[in-house]
């Protein structure tokens, strides 16, 4: 199972950026998949995530800001994210919990993807 993220990039604060994560190969089925973001030397944090029948959560820092949502026909999960601060600035990543044919759950996560926010 392989998790392609994309979508980050340089923007100012107040801009917007749309992350997407397909994942692709060999499984069962998608169950949640969700955002998480990391700042140099600080642990990776949860930023949204959202079940297969659609419940979403987010950190108190995205909500108002930041949607989820998800194609579970192409299994892919987006996160637009507006309104951006610098303090948004971080490595994204993706992460899905994937369900094998055997009947098994793993976590998988996507390579990251840079959000950068100028003051």
């Known amino acids: 199972v392989q998790l392609q993220a994309c979508g980050g990039g340089l923007v100012q604060a107040g801009g917007s950026l749309r992350l997407s994560c397909a994942a692709s190969g060999r499984f069962f089925s998608i169950n949640t998949m969700g955002w998480y973001r990391q700042l140099p030397g600080k642990q990776r944090e949860l930023v949204a995530d959202i079940t297969r029948g659609g419940s979403v959560n987010y950190a108190d820092s995205a909500k108002g800001r930041f949607t989820i949502s998800r194609d579970n026909a192409l299994n892919t999960v987006y996160l637009q994210m507006n309104s951006l601060k610098p303090e948004d600035t971080a490595v994204y990543f993706c992460?899905?919990?994937?369900?094998?044919?055997?009947?098994?759950?793993?976590?998988?996560w996507g390579q990251g993807t840079q959000v950068t926010v100028s003051s």
């Open positions: 992460n899905a919990d994937v369900g094998s044919y055997r009947g098994t759950r793993s976590a998988y």
